[in-house]
Every structure is written in C-alpha cells, then in structure tokens.
C-alpha cells in the first residue's frame, strides 16, 4: 500500500467515526428530548392541563407532568406508586401533576373504574379512590359488576356512600371521562400508561431513578430559558 493511499484510508476512518458520534450524540439528545414521529418531530400534547383536569401540586410549578392512565392497566398500577414517590419527593412547587382517564377497550371494567375515581373526586377524594383502584386492582378486574367494590372503597375513603352511587352513574362523571378518552385518541395515543412532560411524550423511563432523571432535566431546562 502506497503512503499516499494509507493517509487517504486514515483519513477516511477518522471521518466515520466522527460522523458515528456525531449522529450518536444527536441520537441521544432526541431521546433525551422525548419520542419522535416518522419524520423526527416531537410527539407534543394538544390539550393543556387545565382547571378541569385531576390535578396535584401548583401549576406554577416548573415541570407539569400528564398522565393518561386506565384503573385496569397492569403497567399503570405498577407505576402508580413510582409516580406517587416521585411527587413526594420532587414536592408540590417543583411538579404539577396531571391524571387522565385513557380506558381501553380490552379492559371490561376500565370505564367504570374511571367513573368510580371521579364519583369520589365530586367529593373531594379523586386521589383516595385513584390510590385504592390501583393498590387493589386484582380485586375488582375481573368482577361482572364492580360496583359494591367500588362502594365499599368509597366508605373506606370517607364520603357519602350514597351520593357516590348517584354521582357513579351521573352524566357528567361520564362525559369527563370521555372527553379525556377522546383526547388521548386525538394524540394518537395507543398504550398506557402514556407520559407527557411539559408538553412533550416520553419513552416510560425503565426506573424510579430514570424518571426522576426526566423531571430534573426538565426542571433544569425550564430554569435556564
């Protein structure tokens, strides 16, 4: 091999490689930015959490944080108690916190488990009765009918029983579930549980500490704008 053409070889490989860690680095800040469609654009939320949403903590908070959740989900409930710590940890003026209802239709009793946690919210216990629907899920998954589980949750919790079962069957509990349903369907949404944070849809992190991980970054982003 000639010495003019060894340099042109080495050359050329220094070249690759700095395109490879280039591309990598790219790679990885999308990632870091959050899931991408077809054509590399972020995947961003239509809707705004607004006063009519389930909320926790101050909207003037520097991360918001969605969820679009369904009671039946496996995945959902084990996350639940990750997110639960994660806001404890985080605190109320750092993580504004948004549940919405994203019932699939392969769970039977998806709907009206989103229609118990928002009987229970007329009362003022959305997260009581979001927090018994998950850590009991077993219970109740499988039931024809749910509901006398779902009453006795509710006088776990504390709230008239019998408005519970007015308000378990009421259209308007009904259609705020709905309206969430039909977001989460506008978003294209098609797994649960699907995260949002300020806006943009994440990958779900793979641990506690990889989801705090988000919210710092987020945080620190949020800062520095």
């Given at each position: 091999?000639?010495p003019?053409?060894?340099?042109?070889?080495t050359?050329?490989?220094?070249?690759?490689?700095?395109?490879?860690l280039?591309?990598?680095?790219?790679?990885?800040n999308?990632?870091?930015?959050?899931?991408?469609?077809?054509?590399?654009?972020?995947?961003?939320?239509?809707?705004?959490?607004?006063?009519?949403?389930?909320t926790?903590?101050?909207?003037?908070?520097?991360?918001?944080?969605?969820?679009?959740?369904?009671?039946?989900?496996?995945?959902?409930?084990?996350?639940s108690?990750?997110?639960?710590?994660?806001?404890?940890?985080?605190?109320p003026?750092?993580?504004?916190?948004?549940?919405?209802?994203?019932?699939?239709?392969?769970h039977?009793n998806?709907?009206?488990?989103a229609?118990?946690?928002?009987?229970a919210?007329?009362?003022?216990?959305f997260?009581a009765?979001?927090?018994?629907?998950y850590a009991?899920?077993n219970d109740?998954?499988?039931?024809?009918?749910?509901?006398?589980?779902?009453?006795?949750?509710a006088?776990?919790i504390?709230?008239?029983?019998?408005?519970f079962l007015?308000?378990?069957?009421s259209?308007?509990?009904?259609?705020?579930?709905?309206?969430?349903?039909k977001?989460?369907?506008?978003?294209?949404?098609?797994?649960t549980?699907?995260?949002?944070?300020?806006?943009v849809?994440?990958?779900?992190?793979?641990s506690?500490?990889g989801?705090?991980?988000?919210?710092?970054?987020?945080?620190s982003?949020?800062?520095?704008?």
């Amino acid at each position: 091999m000639s010495p003019k053409l060894k340099k042109i070889l080495t050359w050329g490989g220094f070249v690759v490689i700095i395109a490879l860690l280039v591309w990598g680095l790219v790679a990885a800040n999308k990632k870091a930015q959050g899931i991408t469609n077809s054509s590399g654009v972020q995947v961003t939320l239509d809707n705004p959490v607004t006063s009519s949403d389930w909320t926790m903590g101050s909207s003037t908070a520097p991360v918001t944080l969605v969820e679009y959740g369904d009671f039946e989900c496996p995945s959902c409930a084990a996350f639940s108690p990750v997110v639960k710590q994660l806001l404890s940890d985080e605190g109320p003026s750092r993580v504004y916190f948004a549940f919405r209802n994203f019932p699939l239709p392969q769970h039977a009793n998806a709907l009206v488990a989103a229609e118990a946690a928002g009987a229970a919210g007329l009362q003022g216990q959305f997260w009581a009765m979001h927090d018994l629907l998950y850590a009991n899920q077993n219970d109740w998954v499988n039931l024809g009918d749910p509901t006398s589980v779902f009453e006795g949750y509710a006088a776990k919790i504390g709230i008239n029983t019998t408005q519970f079962l007015k308000d378990l069957k009421s259209p308007d509990v009904y259609n705020r579930v709905i309206s969430d349903l039909k977001e989460a369907q506008q978003n294209n949404l098609d797994y649960t549980p699907t995260f949002f944070i300020n806006g943009v849809r994440i990958d779900n992190p793979t641990s506690a500490a990889g989801f705090k991980q988000l919210i710092d970054d987020a945080a620190s982003s949020t800062a520095s704008k």
